[in-house]
């Protein structure tokens, strides 16, 4: 029963993290691609129908991961069980998760909008994927090691 | 857009008027009639829901209402304001709770019963609310109801209707502030909101690349990125306010098991 409640509170702060990352890359990706640096289309003529489906339920999702990670922290720290290496591994995973499926997923293959126009986009394309790439490298990395730690002790 | 009867908008202006006005009179009336049976009621609700009424009155009433006949970006913020954010302060104001506390005991039992026949749960089934909610506007700007819409009164006053009730009943199948008689689980209603936003999404990029007939295109994509990033706004705060119910929630259960 004890080990249980150990096993969801880690759960818990493994997800907490990941929607939060989730969340705070799809900020990122609109307040810096989309509204400062402008490289972004808000929609450019060759996004298909599904292209258009899947990007806004996406975003939907990570405005909604956002606010629930939060909440799901703050609710970790009221009850004292935050596990600060596990939730940081889980942002970095939601991060880079993130930012490869919309690098691979929504530029590439669905075509909704590129990283930057009138380029040569391939630079671009490979700094955001294996940027992405890195981050989720670094989140499994350290959800790993917290793992061994807890096995080590 | 041409009109053929200016008259005819000015008159639905006067009723939608008449209506706000009744309804900032009425609530303040039932509180007291409340306070008389001894249950006071919370001014600040007061502020809340005559807000509401307010900023939805707003949209079908007055200056906007005339620009939104010729300005689709007008017409965009009016329909915000009439299906997300008026609905969403008026529910705060709780009214249906105040008409409870209002009514005689065996009046009272019979909107109780009213609100729990099949039709009212289907509807508040938090899916179909959000169907009637988003599929409606699809109709309008997808079906060509919105070209329809403008000529002729009637037929402008019901879609406006639709618009205000259906965002009323899906903002209060999602967060429960006001009286509730059937209760769906915290995911089920998040997954439903999660796809509802993201429909909305949807329609405004595809209003975006193809705007209602009689639509400038640089109309049409201020008003598509209006309703984009304003339901932004709208929505991150039912979010918020249904996290916020899914936080408390798992505190109680902490604090009975400390207990």
């Known amino acids: 029963m004890e080990s249980e409640n150990i096993d969801s509170q880690r759960r818990k702060n493994i997800w907490s993290g990941i929607l939060f990352g989730i969340g705070l890359m799809a900020l990122v990706d609109e307040i810096i691609f989309h509204q400062l640096l402008q490289w972004h289309h808000f929609y450019d003529l060759s996004t298909t129908f599904i292209g258009i489906l899947s990007d806004g339920l996406l975003n939907a999702f990570a405005l909604f991961a956002l606010v629930i990670g939060l909440f799901m922290f703050a609710d970790l720290q009221r009850k004292q069980s935050v596990q600060k290496r596990k939730w940081t591994g889980g942002i970095f995973t939601g991060l880079g998760g993130f930012q490869l499926f919309d690098g691979i997923i929504n530029h590439k293959l669905l075509r909704i909008h590129q990283v930057r126009y009138d380029v040569n986009v391939l630079p671009y394309d490979l700094a955001w994927n294996i940027s992405g790439a890195l981050l989720l490298i670094i989140g499994i990395v350290l959800l790993f090691k917290s793992k061994q730690e807890r096995a080590g002790s | ?259």
Request: proline share 3%.
């Open chain 2, 1 to 259: 857009m041409h009109h053929t009867n200016i008259t005819h908008f000015l008159i639905l202006e006067v009723i939608a008027g008449l209506i706000a006005i009744a309804a900032l009179i009425l609530y303040p009336a039932a509180m007291y009639y409340s306070k008389k049976k001894n249950r006071s009621w919370h001014w600040g609700r007061y502020f809340l829901f005559a807000a509401g009424v307010i900023i939805a009155a707003s949209a079908l009433t007055g200056p906007m209402a005339r620009l939104s006949h010729t300005d689709f970006t007008v017409h965009m913020l009016g329909h915000l304001l009439l299906g997300m954010f008026g609905p969403l302060f008026i529910l705060h104001g709780k009214p249906m709770t105040l008409i409870m506390r209002t009514l005689n005991v065996s009046y009272a039992r019979k909107l109780s019963k009213i609100l729990n026949i099949k039709y009212v749960k289907f509807i508040s089934n938090p899916l179909i609310a959000s169907i009637l909610n988003i599929g409606g506007l699809f109709l309008i700007y997808k079906a060509g109801l919105f070209e329809f819409m403008h000529t002729s009164v009637l037929w402008f006053a019901l879609v406006h209707l639709h618009v205000f009730l259906a965002g009323y009943l899906f903002t209060m199948s999602i967060i429960y502030i006001d009286i509730v008689t059937h209760r769906y689980s915290f995911l089920y209603r998040a997954s439903v909101l999660v796809a509802a936003l993201g429909f909305h999404k949807i329609l405004s990029k595809l209003i975006y690349a193809s705007p209602p007939e009689g639509i400038a295109r640089p109309d049409g994509e201020t008003g598509a990125m209006l309703m984009y990033y304003g339901g932004d706004i709208a929505d991150i705060a039912l979010i918020i306010i249904l996290c916020l119910e899914w936080y408390k929630a798992a505190g109680r259960g902490y604090i009975q098991k400390l207990t």
